[in-house]
Each structure stands twice: as C-alpha cells, then as structure tokens.
C-alpha cells in the first residue's frame, strides 16, 4: 500500500505564511508527480499546484506569485509554501500523487486525509 501523509496546515492571520508537507511511504518504485488540491466548503476541489518527478511546476491563477511547490523525489516529498495568504485560500489541503508500483506497471493516483488551512481576515 502506499500512504500520503500531510502536515503543516493550521490557522494564520491574513497575509501570514505557511508551510504544507506531504509524505509518501509504502511500495514505491518511482513517483511521477505529486500536487496539492484544495476544497473549501460548498466548493468543489481544485488543483492548486502539481509537480512532475522532472521539477515542472504549474499552479493556479489565484495562487501564482504566492505559492510555490517543491519536491525531494530522495525523500518522496513535495511541500507548498504558501505566502500572502488570503481569507480565500481557507480549505482542506489534500496531497495527491501518481505513483509507481513497479517498473511493470502503469501509475497509480492516491490522495492523502487532508490538513486544514484557516485563513482570519
């Protein structure tokens, strides 16, 4: 089985700074690319940024020039460090990430529980 666990996520004040982590464990091979959703309440969940294993990045209007993802594909991680934040960047972040079983088979996609991030006016 493969895990995605988040961290970092919590209440800051208008234009505070966090830091999302995600960590993936279990029968890896190879990851292709990992990225953060987010789905604030009565919304549907979006893509806010995604990084392939070749470090191409791509993010979502609302957060570019705020936002930025990184990877350590040695620690199966990916980060988002999240500055300038909004009262509308208030969501449940979820990691998500295609994976490789083995050199055989096709990836897989997988998502973590989700880390809340509260954003006070």
């Known amino acids: 089985q493969v895990q995605l666990v988040e961290s970092g996520g919590g209440l800051v004040q208008a234009g505070g700074s966090l830091r999302l982590s995600c960590a993936a464990s279990?029968?890896?091979?190879?990851?292709?690319?990992m990225g953060w959703y987010r789905q604030a309440p009565g919304k549907q969940r979006e893509l806010v940024a995604g990084i392939t294993s070749g470090g191409t990045t791509n993010y979502v209007d609302s957060v570019k020039g705020r936002f930025t993802i990184s990877g350590d594909n040695a620690k199966k991680m990916v980060y988002l460090q999240m500055n300038s934040l909004k009262p509308e960047d208030t969501a449940v972040y979820y990691c998500n990430a295609d994976i490789y079983r083995s050199a055989l088979s096709g990836s897989n996609n997988y998502w973590g529980q989700g880390t809340q991030v509260t954003v006070s006016s």
């Open positions: 279990g029968k890896i091979f190879s990851i292709k690319s």
